[in-house]
């Protein structure tokens, strides 16, 4: 048993992690064309997050580009 307190995550290479996983483009751009306000908002916050405790990270710019797009979709409800 762990003292951390964290998401465990059964990456296929590296095997169970602890920490965020990247949010990555597709369900971002789901979200945004889904409609839903809350869905859309829960999942900017939860890039927007990811995105300032991750910047170098190589899906940050993938991340960065869905995130503008649901930013707009947020906007045009």
């Known amino acids: 048993m762990s003292d951390v307190d964290c998401p465990v995550i059964l ?3 590296l095997g169970p ?3 965020p996983m990247v949010p990555y483009g597709t369900p971002i751009r789901e979200a ?3 409609g ?3 869905r859309m908002q829960q999942q900017a916050a ?3 997050t990811w995105l300032a405790s991750n910047p170098g990270h ?3 710019g993938d ?3 869905a995130l503008a797009e ?3 979709a947020i906007k045009g409800v």
């Open 58 to 60: 190589p899906s940050a």
């Open 46 to 48: 939860s890039a927007r």
């Open 17 to 19: 992690i602890c920490g």
């Open 36 to 38: 839903d306000t809350a």
């Open 70 to 72: 649901l930013d707009a």
């Open 32 to 34: 945004a064309a889904s």
């Open 63 to 65: 991340v960065s580009a």
């Open 11 to 13: 990456d296929p290479v």
